[in-house]
């Protein structure tokens, strides 16, 4: 067997990996006084980093007047000037990575780009060993073990190292392109220990094999990501694969980060890696910020991920000190604008459409202001009756159209989104 330079970094970094995990692990029932300590602490030591080896936040800082001495507890994290998709797109790859770290050794990733051009993403070996931690950490605390077997079905097939090819954390990777019987057939002859999909592909996946009477493989956990998990969804999934799929939230630049427990009473926040900010009155949506605490070679600091939720101040249940989002949305464009300015975020639609058995499939653009058009599959001949309906719903005034169409296709690569709306508004005060 042929060993490559990036097998022998993953073996050289197993006893690393894995102390990093049992940390997280260990972390989630630290004292809130002891995380948020932690979190200071290596904020602290990051925004020094930041500004003293890395071009864009020297920049990003200087024209605002800000300094790392200014940060001294997470009660200054307001003075700390974010960074935006568009500041990180529009640098260049040098400006981007802290001084001594090789763009030519670095693992290089691309965000989906659903919401505009994609982002290049390059990780040093340190930060490609930190995400690996953070993503394994979330399965680890839902009793994944490295000798299981897991069924990957992705837009990207990520890399097969040498360790996996010997039987640790095995994993085969499936294209979301593929088609439903390509997935039905992995999972009844590999019959993977852990499924992980994007919520799309496992309510089609499991729409096939109840339609085909197929009595599914039941994995010991299923995991949804990348899509919002809607209640329609994860009865059908439990239903059919026999597992209550667990929704784990992250993004390509910084790894997963929220995740529900073993209580689904919203997401637990990794906040011994990450900070998550929520800005918005309590009990309000408002936007994310993460501070990714852990990468160093390409760092984020107070990142605009562009996606919203509602945050969680009382204790869970399972025991965890974690913090908590009690409402996750995803991003700010999955809702549209209201007359008024105001988002109207995508349950709303859900538990509307949701009333009708017989819309196999729909989703809502929004153009310009005012105006809303609805593609629906299902319902031929009733699509003025639901056009009204759903105009007398709406809390404020707007126009609505609703064609019927065969099926609602998506692009390569393209995320599910139910919700689409190219106008701009304000998610304060979101509903």
Same mark, same amino acid.
């Given at each position: 067997m042929t060993i490559h330079r990036d097998d022998l970094r993953v073996i050289l970094d197993g006893p690393a990996t894995i102390m990093g995990i049992r940390r997280s692990l260990a972390a989630g029932r630290w004292p809130v006084e002891k995380l948020r300590a932690h979190q200071e602490s290596r904020l602290r030591w990051l925004l020094n980093h930041a500004y003293q080896n890395v071009p864009l936040y020297r920049a990003l800082y200087d024209e605002?007047?800000?300094?790392?001495?200014?940060?001294?507890?997470?009660?200054?994290?307001?003075?700390?000037?974010?960074?935006?998709?568009?500041?990180?797109?529009?640098?260049?790859?040098?400006?981007?990575?802290?001084?001594?770290?090789?763009?030519?050794?670095?693992?290089? $990733?691309?965000?989906?780009g659903s919401t505009g051009s994609p982002l290049r993403i390059l990780l040093s070996r340190h930060d490609d060993r930190w995400q690996r931690v953070t993503a394994w950490r979330i399965l680890f605390e839902?009793?994944?073990?490295?000798?299981?077997?897991?069924?990957? $079905?992705?837009?990207?097939?990520?890399?097969?190292?040498?360790?996996?090819?010997?039987?640790?954390?095995?994993?085969?990777?499936?294209?979301?392109?593929?088609?439903?019987?390509t997935w039905m057939a992995a999972l009844q002859q590999y019959r993977p220990h852990v499924l992980v999909a994007t919520a799309s592909v496992l309510h089609l996946l499991a729409e096939n094999l109840l339609s085909k009477g197929i009595i599914a493989h039941s994995p010991r956990l299923v995991v949804s990501d990348d899509e919002s998990l809607t209640p329609a969804t994860r009865a059908l999934v439990s239903r059919v694969l026999g597992r209550d799929p667990v929704d784990v939230y992250g993004l390509c630049e910084v790894s997963n980060f929220a995740w529900q427990c073993e209580q689904r009473d919203g997401h637990h926040v990794s906040a011994d890696s990450?900070?998550?900010?929520?800005?918005?009155?309590?009990?309000?949506?408002?936007? $994310?910020?993460?501070t990714a605490l852990g990468m160093t070679g390409m760092p984020f600091i107070r990142y605009e991920t562009g996606d919203v939720a509602v945050a969680e101040d009382s204790p869970c249940k399972c025991g965890r000190t974690l913090p908590r989002l009690r409402h996750l949305y995803g991003r700010a464009v999955d809702s549209v604008v209201l007359p008024s300015g105001r988002r109207l975020l995508w349950p709303?639609?859900?538990?509307?459409?949701?009333?009708?058995?017989?819309?196999?499939?729909?989703?809502?653009?929004?153009?310009?202001?005012?105006?809303?058009?609805?593609e629906v599959v299902g319902m031929e001949?009733?699509?003025?009756?639901?056009a009204n309906a759903l105009r007398e719903a709406l809390p404020e005034p707007m126009a609505v159209t609703v064609v019927c169409v065969g099926e609602i296709t998506l692009r390569p690569r393209e995320k599910v989104r139910m919700v689409v709306s190219r106008v701009g508004g304000s998610i304060a005060g979101a509903s």
């Open positions: 605002v007047g800000f300094r790392p001495e200014h940060f001294r507890t997470l009660a200054d994290l307001n003075r700390v000037p974010m960074l935006t998709k568009t500041r990180v797109r529009s640098a260049a790859t040098a400006e981007c990575l802290a001084r001594g770290t090789d763009p030519s050794r670095c693992y290089e $990733i691309r965000t989906s839902h009793g994944y073990r490295l000798t299981d077997r897991t069924l990957q $079905i992705d837009s990207t097939p990520a890399r097969q190292f040498a360790v996996q090819r010997l039987g640790v954390a095995r994993k085969q990777w499936l294209s979301t392109g593929d088609s439903p019987e990450h900070v998550v900010e929520v800005l918005a009155s309590p009990g309000e949506a408002g936007p $994310i910020v993460v709303f639609f859900y538990h509307f459409f949701n009333r009708y058995p017989g819309l196999r499939r729909w989703r809502v653009l929004q153009d310009e202001p005012g105006r809303l058009g609805v001949g009733e699509t003025n009756a639901l």
